[in-house]
């Protein structure tokens, strides 16, 4: 039995499928990953500041045009669409079998999939609100303002609604995602290497029946997964929902 039949007959059998994705989901969408050889972290900008520090709370109220500038640059990505992946789990929604996806992503993207049930634990770039009234703001809003930009109401700068390094995550996707585990059979666990908290933490509330990592490199969960797939997850989700 190949890895990807074995798949189907874990989703086969599962009925309460819980996926937890991080920044590998997107890369087949043309969104680069953070950590990788090639990701934005190991990116050499000619700027005295490293990309982690650029996405900082700090950075972001004290530098705030080489913020907006590094931002619009390297973490928006208007045109990108769905992948397989992002496919795949929007319909494994409307078969009844997933039953939410929790993400480390900020681009809004298994949404736009069809997916409806989404905890975004790091926010979206989708949304954006003044820092003083806290009006909302599309991300065109923010992408087509000249340098920072500010609230037509008063004037205050527009954030994203993305969660920067020194900023904690919001507690209503953190109970979410945190329940939502808790009561899965299954825990897909899919582009992340599980560096990241306190996000990786939350596989330690799944108590469910199967544990899949989905992953092109190992993690440091792999020896507690049923099934390790070290292959490109947009290909791998895609295979195995065709076989449904």
């Not at 996926?19 to 950590?35: E, H, K, L, M, N």
Request: aromatic share 10%; glycine share 8%.
């Amino acid at each position: 039995m190949s890895q990807v039949d074995e798949l189907v007959k874990i989703l086969k059998e599962s009925n309460h499928i819980v996926f937890f994705g991080g920044a590998g989901v997107s890369t087949a969408s043309g969104i680069p990953d953070f950590r990788s050889a090639s990701g934005l972290y190991n990116q050499h900008l000619n700027r005295t500041f490293s990309p982690e520090e650029m996405v900082s709370h700090s950075y972001f109220a004290n530098y705030p045009e080489d913020f907006f500038e590094f931002y619009k640059a390297k973490l928006v990505y208007p045109d990108a669409q769905p992948n397989g992946c992002h496919i795949a789990l929007a319909k494994l929604e409307k078969m009844g079998k997933v039953k939410a996806v929790v993400t480390q992503n900020i681009d809004g993207l298994h949404q736009k999939a069809g997916s409806e049930v989404v905890f975004e634990l790091h926010g979206s770039v989708l949304r954006n609100y003044c820092t003083q009234c806290h009006a909302f703001y599309d991300e065109k809003y923010v992408m087509e303002a000249d340098g920072v930009p500010k609230c037509e109401k008063c004037g205050g700068i527009v954030k994203p609604d993305v969660v920067l390094y020194e900023e904690a995550l919001n507690p209503d996707e953190i109970n979410g995602a945190v329940a939502a585990i808790s009561k899965a059979d299954t825990l897909i666990i899919g582009g992340t290497s599980l560096i990241v908290y306190p996000a990786a933490g939350l596989i330690n509330y799944f108590q469910g029946n199967h544990l899949v990592l989905i992953n092109k490199s190992a993690t440091s969960a792999d020896n507690q997964a049923d099934l390790v797939i070290n292959d490109d997850i947009a290909k791998v989700m895609t295979e195995a929902v065709n076989q449904m």
